[in-house]
């Protein structure tokens, strides 16, 4: 009996609690908040397009914009990059290696293409579902709920996510969300972007690292995948 409970945690990947310090109590965002936190008329989390994480991980940005761009804080950016855009509804599968608590209420998720490694990494998000901090689309209040419940339950054993909790058997899973770029961390002029993710120790495997200013969010949908063979 001890052996199949045993099997059962190391297949769902339940986090250990590495640098899980509790995370300061969140306010929303104000970069793109509008975006990050509903979805484009006429979206459908039911019907999104698959994508390969490989090609969200090395996903150019679009041209000519700019940090923090004064333009598309409250519009989604028109510009097609390999034939993708901003505000598509997409599905990705992924190792997911790092659940955390942001200082902005979101879930922040990291998923990469191999078990064994986080680098590179792909963001992955899911904003706070209360309505101080998604205003306006009841659909997405409604998906963050059920999407932040799922990931305590099966991944957190019930609690809050820490400032970086990592999987210590991280579980093959499928993401659903719309697909953002969060041009906060474009470089200013002469300087290079920001290069996002978390770090922290687990034995035998390296942090992750995001180079890609793309990211999904919001999550409209996570759940345990089949693994590749």
Known sequence: MKRCVLAILLTLGLAAAVG????????????????????????DPSHPRSVTLAKLIDLPKPPGVSKDDARFQDE?????V?????????????????????????????????????DPCFIVEVPKDDAEFVASDETVRSTAGTVRGWVRTELLKGKEPGAANAMQHPPFVRVVGQLFFD???????????????????????????????????????LDFAAAPK
């Open 183 to 221: 041009d906060a961390h474009v470089g200013k002029a002469g300087k290079p972007d920001d290069v996002r993710g978390k770090h922290p120790a687990r034995a035998g495997v390296h942090g992750g690292q995001a180079t890609s200013l793309w990211e999904i969010h919001p999550i409209t949908g």
């Open 76 to 80: 989604r950016i028109p510009t097609a």
């Open 82 to 118: 390999q034939g993708l855009h901003d505000g598509d509804i997409v599905a990705v599968e992924g190792w997911l290696h790092i659940v955390a608590g942001e200082d902005d209420g979101d879930y922040h998720i990291q998923i990469s293409q191999s078990a064994e490694t986080g």
């Open 20 to 43: 899980t310090a509790e995370a300061k109590t969140p306010h929303p965002g104000q970069v793109r908040w509008p975006i990050k936190t509903s979805l484009g008329a006429g979206a």
